[in-house]
């Protein structure tokens, strides 16, 4: 199916508009270059938010404040911001680009599940959650703790690089506590399959609601099915607002011993039964796979190479 584009406005010098590459509800992206003084050039995503959001006052300053955020995002696994701005009376975002695929397309697109085994599935997460960790623990210059929580992890904000790297993207609906700005009234941020039952239920949310979107990636990589297998989004919101324990089915018996454990923890209806930090989650994860020898960046490459062999020709 053929997606249309909206034709590019004139861009700032530094950005010149190349190819477009998706668009969304929100916002379009594009594949741009920038020219540096010595005659350098650097290849781009630059994503645009739709021109009619852009003059919504209450958008305008969300996206303002949220792109802040990310800029301030230096980690390996977390997708790097280069620069925000106005194009052309467009608001927009310079990222790096990544060349490889969503988590979500590679988990589709698989047809030898052993292909993908679980510890590399595993090492993925793991990856995840140092991205994570270091969004959490981020802070302001003067050291005060931002409490940063992402609200959509899911494996579509997942990137593995045809080079093996793991990146979290989208931290544009990432939410500050120290923000000014406040969800608009009847609009939930995230996928409610992920979601953590305090954030479907409008509540405060913190770190600990992306260790539960986390916790469910964890126990479908074990399972190698969907959590809510046959549920629809509906029932799936009713399940998590009622605040009931809802039933963690077991893993299958050749999972590691002391997983289905972790799932569990991670998984907690109650906040306060979960784990505290998303390293603490890691250091768990990591003891299960540790002693593989290979390199898990180059196992990873291979996968997402030899699966999207012909898009990447």
């Not at 052309?88 to 988590?103: C, H, I, K, Y």
């Not at 990856?127 to 609200?151: C, I, P, Q």
């Not at 039933?247 to 569990?264: D, F, K, S, T, V």
């Amino acid at each position: 199916m053929s997606v249309s584009f909206s034709p590019p406005d004139p861009a700032p010098s530094r950005y010149r508009l190349l190819a477009p590459i998706a668009r969304g509800g929100m916002a379009e992206l594009y594949l741009a270059a920038t020219h540096g003084s010595h005659d350098y050039t650097k290849v781009v995503a630059v994503k645009r938010v739709w021109p009619e959001l852009a003059h919504e006052p209450d958008f305008a300053a969300m996206f303002t404040d949220e792109a802040r955020l990310a800029v301030r995002l230096n980690h390996p696994n977390v997708v790097q911001t280069f620069d925000v701005g106005n194009m052309d009376g467009r608001l927009f975002m310079a990222m790096e680009f990544l060349e490889g695929q969503p988590l979500y397309a590679l988990l589709t697109r698989l047809r030898d599940p052993d292909l993908f085994a679980l510890p590399l599935r595993l090492k993925v997460l793991s990856n995840v959650l140092a991205g994570l960790h270091y969004a959490h623990e981020l802070t302001s210059y003067d050291g005060a703790a931002l409490d940063v929580v992402h609200r959509d992890v899911c494996p579509q904000n997942i990137f593995i690089t045809y080079d093996g790297a793991v990146k979290v993207l989208d931290f544009g609906i990432a939410k500050s506590l120290a923000a000014g700005h406040h969800t608009r009234p009847g609009v939930m941020k995230g996928r409610a399959a992920y979601m953590a039952p305090e954030q479907v239920r409008g509540e405060v949310v913190d770190r600990r609601a992306d260790i539960f979107s986390v916790g469910v990636m964890l126990w479908e990589a074990a399972a190698n099915r969907r959590f809510w297998q046959g549920e629809t989004e509906t029932s799936i919101i009713r399940k998590l607002v009622s605040g009931a324990p809802f039933e963690i089915p077991p893993l299958p018996p050749e999972a590691p011993a002391g997983l289905e454990q972790i799932c569990r923890r991670a998984l907690c209806v109650n906040r306060e039964g979960r784990y505290p930090t998303a390293a603490e989650l890691q250091i768990d994860i990591d003891r299960l796979i540790a002693g593989n020898t290979d390199s898990y960046d180059r196992q990873l490459a291979a996968v997402v190479t030899y699966t999207f062999r012909q898009e990447r020709e």
